[in-house]
Every structure is written in C-alpha cells, then in structure tokens.
T-cell receptor, first 109, second 114 residues
Framework: GENVEQHPSTLSVQEGDSAVIKCTYS??????FPWYKQELGKGPQLIID?????GEKKDQRIAVTLNKTAKHFSLHITETQPEDSAVYFC????????FGQGTTLQVKP | DGGITQSPKYLFRKEGQNVTLSCEQN?????MYWYRQDPGQGLRLIYY???????QKGDIAEGYSVSREKKESFPLTVTSAQKNPTAFYLC?????????????FGQGTRLTVV
C-alpha cells in the first residue's frame, strides 16, 4: 500500500522568510496530492492540491511542486506570517488518503 | 450551511466500555473516512466507506467498528478491545471515491479513557 514520508517534523522560520516542506510517496498509482493545514484542536483544512498531470501549482503565497519520476512533492510558503503557524500534512491518494507524519511550522514575529 | 459535524467534541470512557462517535455530513458525499491522530503523529486511517452500505478496514481497524446505513452518517464505535483508545478522532468525507476530490474534515472528537 501507499506510504508517505514527510520532512522536517518541525520547522521554525522568521516572519517574511520562506518555508519548504517535503514529502515522498511509494505508490506510483497515487494521482492526487493534497496539503492540509491543522490549527490546534481543529480538523485539517485543505490549502492546496496537485494532480499527477501537473508539475507545479501556485495560489498566492503557497505553491506545490510534484516530481513523479522521483515520487516526491513539496510545499513552498513564501513571505511567511505568524498566522501560518500550524501543523501541515501532505497526503497521497490512490482512492484513500494516506497522510505524512506532519510538520509543525512556527513563524516567529 | 453544508459541512461535516462530529459529536461530541470531548468524550470520556471508562475502561471496558464501548463508546460511539458520531459523524454526519450534509454535503451529499459518497465517501467517508475515520482517522485517528496521536500527539506528534500523522493521521492514521481506521475505516473508510466508498458508498452507503459498504465499508472497509483501514490500517488500524482492530478494536473499532463502523456502520454506513445512511449516506449522511458514518458512526465509529470504539470497543473495549481497543487497548489504547485515548486519541483525537477525525471524520472526513469526499464527493467520490476516485481519489481526485477534496476531503473535508470535521472538527474532531477527543476521546480520553479514565
């Protein structure tokens, strides 16, 4: 079955800097890769996703890149703000969503 | 408002008791899922349902049971066979079982064994 590895587990950046979170997946049949943001005590919310026929997708300060050959995808957040502080999860999807272990992002003012 | 609702938000269980967590959605979604989240860990899949009256085990189904008698509802029962049930439980739904559609999550139920 699908296995998703996510790094780093924690990330601390200064406000205004960029943050990058990386994930690798094992199942070449995975064709949809969402990223979720989870605030304390709440359920995860989708922030961006990418399908396997696309190499990159941007939405304002957030971008995701996908390398199907290497089976890895990354989340890029530019001009980070304190409200970006949260836990971020990547996932692979062959029908059921399999999540990475999560990255706790801290943006220092 | 359309969405996915979990209840209760907090639940306390005595050892040896079964408890049922509720999950209801009014999004007309076919697929529903239950995940367990432990501190510092990712979301692990317990059970999923592709369509009403059908469900399959996920990666950590032992000690749990589900039903899907209605499209809107996917309750999770944590049985006494689950040895370490204290965790944050998340329910999700998606429009289809094709793997291309966004999954929406509820706000979670925090279960504590006392």
């Amino acid at each position: 079955g699908e296995n998703v590895e996510q790094h780093p587990s924690t990330l601390s950046v200064q406000e205004g800097d960029s943050a990058v979170i990386k994930c690798t997946y094992s199942d070449s049949a995975s064709n949809y890769f969402p990223w979720y943001k989870q605030e304390l005590g709440k359920g995860p919310q989708l922030i961006i996703d990418i399908r396997s026929n696309v190499g990159e997708k941007k939405d304002q300060r957030i971008a995701v890149t996908l390398n199907k050959t290497a089976k890895h995808f990354s989340l890029h957040i530019t001009e980070t703000q304190p409200e970006d502080s949260a836990v971020y999860f990547c996932a692979g999807n062959t029908g059921k969503l399999i999540f990475g272990q999560g990255t706790t992002l801290q943006v220092k003012p | 408002d359309g969405g996915i609702t979990q209840s209760p938000k907090y639940l306390f269980r005595k050892e040896g008791q079964n408890v049922t967590l509720s999950c209801e959605q009014n999004l007309n979604h076919d697929a529903m899922y239950w995940y367990r989240q432990d501190p510092g860990q990712g979301l692990r899949l317990i059970y999923y349902s592709q369509i009403v009256n059908d469900f399959q085990k996920g990666d950590i189904a032992e000690g749990y049971s589900v039903s899907r008698e209605k499209k809107e509802s996917f309750p999770l029962t944590v049985t006494s066979a689950q040895k370490n049930p204290t965790a944050f439980y998340l329910c999700a739904s998606s429009l289809q079982w094709t793997g291309h559609t966004e999954a929406f999550f509820g706000q979670g139920t925090r279960l504590t064994v006392v």
